[in-house]
């Protein structure tokens, strides 16, 4: 915490504040009115709370190697040389060419993806003078975002279930904790958010905008920059879910009985050629390497880069094999949904995690025994398959390659909303069916 802190951040939340009031109006309604402040307050807190863990508690960490150690060497490079400055902004990392004496000081720099967020930062530092609370608050006004509109996504689908809805999308406390502050997490998180409702605006409202196409390209384009096996989750589910929304719409029955093994077998086709197009210019994700890089990642961050993290975590042997990948999803898919368990804790924010992970069982567990057999009838719902497929994929690509409960915590954030509503409507729909198959009995 530095005196420009101090000086630049309340200022800068009076003017957060401020627009947000003034805002609220046009992007609200008399329901969901109540959730904007709070919503954009946590992941304010979130943001600025981050800070502060990683200073007192792991004194240091990524998220000051993003700014104090990163983007603050632009911002003063802009100072006394901004073409040497903007040579840095508009820099791949990859290049230190007549910016060396300032290159070299950012411990990042030869990373093309941790310098994407060392960028962003510097963009911000531009506005808050290089603060570090001040860029971190303005980092959670685009984790915010991307939330608020995920939100609007299912709201505008399902009014009724606003509180849940809400719950879900923008009051998860590692969510809005670890998806706020100057870290990657932040920016794919959002962004994966913002891709969810411009592919909903564009695909299945049949609404296109140039706003929407630009969401749209701009959040695929960060994510994939950043962290492209988010898109690889995310892909299959995507033409999961645009595909199933237009066919439940198909009239007569009959002609979507017929269409049906044609959907089943164009989902898959796409969502392979998707997948293989997406990991193209990454061959580390292609299906030749996918197992070794997820072996190579998962032991270096148990044994290495995040041993310091948190308490570790092993499945089993992990092999680089695709066989071996498939023998674990069924462990990784529920540790990253369930785990770690109460009797698994071993400090404070594990704890927490557990919390929040027995928290998912239990919910699980509601909708499975309260709906009982029309548990299952709400997966014929294209919302509902879409978030369970993304929901599984992803649990599986975190859980099978990250063995660190520290670690995990943060990289799983994308998938807890997704999760989290597929539970919702889940048990939304075996209600309504419940409800039908009691009024047909009484005829």
């Not at 805002?23 to 946590?42: G, H, K, M, Q, W």
């Not at 700014?67 to 003063?76: A, L």
Request: glycine share 6%; aromatic share 18%; proline share 3%.
């Amino acid at each position: 915490m530095e005196l420009r802190d101090l000086i630049v951040t309340p200022l800068l939340l009076i003017v957060v504040y401020v627009g947000a009031y003034i805002i609220r109006p046009f992007v609200t309604d008399e329901i969901n009115r109540i959730y904007f402040i709070p919503a954009l307050t946590v992941r304010i807190l979130g943001a600025i709370a981050v800070g502060f863990i990683y200073q007192f508690y792991y004194d240091g960490g990524n998220t000051f190697n993003y700014h104090t150690h990163g983007s603050r060497h632009i911002w003063e490079a802009m100072w006394d040389s901004p073409d040497k400055g903007l040579r840095l902004l508009f820099n791949n990392g990859a290049n230190h060419e007549g910016v060396y004496e300032y290159a070299s000081k950012i411990r990042l720099f030869g990373d093309t993806r941790s310098y994407s967020i060392i960028r962003i930062a510097a963009f911000f530092d531009l506005i808050t003078f290089s603060s570090y609370s001040a860029t971190a608050v303005l980092f959670s006004l685009f984790s915010f975002l991307g939330a608020w509109l995920l939100f609007q996504t299912f709201y505008s689908q399902y009014p009724t279930l606003h509180k849940s809805i809400a719950l879900a999308c923008l009051f998860i406390p590692s969510v809005f904790f670890w998806g706020s502050g100057i870290l990657k997490d932040t920016v794919t998180l959002s962004s994966l958010f913002i891709l969810t409702y411009c592919s909903y605006r564009l695909f299945i409202r049949l609404k296109p905008s140039a706003l929407t196409i630009i969401g749209f390209l701009g959040s695929a384009y960060l994510i994939f920059a950043i962290k492209i096996y988010i898109i690889l989750a995310f892909l299959p589910a995507l033409i999961l879910w645009v595909l199933m929304s237009h066919y439940s719409n198909v009239r007569p029955a009959i002609l979507k009985l017929l269409l049906g093994p044609f959907v089943i077998v164009a989902i898959a086709v796409m969502a392979g050629w998707g997948v293989v197009k997406a990991s193209e210019e990454n061959p580390q994700y292609s299906l030749e390497k996918i197992g070794e890089t997820a072996k190579i990642t998962a032991y270096d961050i148990r044994y290495y880069s995040g041993k310091d993290a948190g308490s570790g975590y092993t499945l089993g042997e992990l092999d680089g094999s695709i066989g071996s990948l498939v023998r674990l999803a069924p462990q990784a898919v529920t540790v990253s949904l369930f785990r770690p368990y109460l009797w698994e804790v071993k400090n404070t924010f594990m704890f927490f995690s557990a919390l929040e992970a027995a928290f998912f069982l239990g919910a699980v567990l509601f909708v499975a025994v309260r709906r009982g057999l029309f548990f299952w009838r709400g997966l014929s719902n294209a919302n509902v398959l879409f978030t369970i497929v993304f929901s599984v994929a992803f649990a599986f690509a975190v859980g099978v390659s990250t063995y660190n409960f520290g670690t995990l915590v943060r990289y799983k954030i994308p998938m807890l909303p997704f999760f989290a509503m597929s539970l919702i409507l889940l048990n939304y729909y075996s209600k309504s069916e419940r409800k039908l198959a009691a009024l047909d009995s009484t005829e």
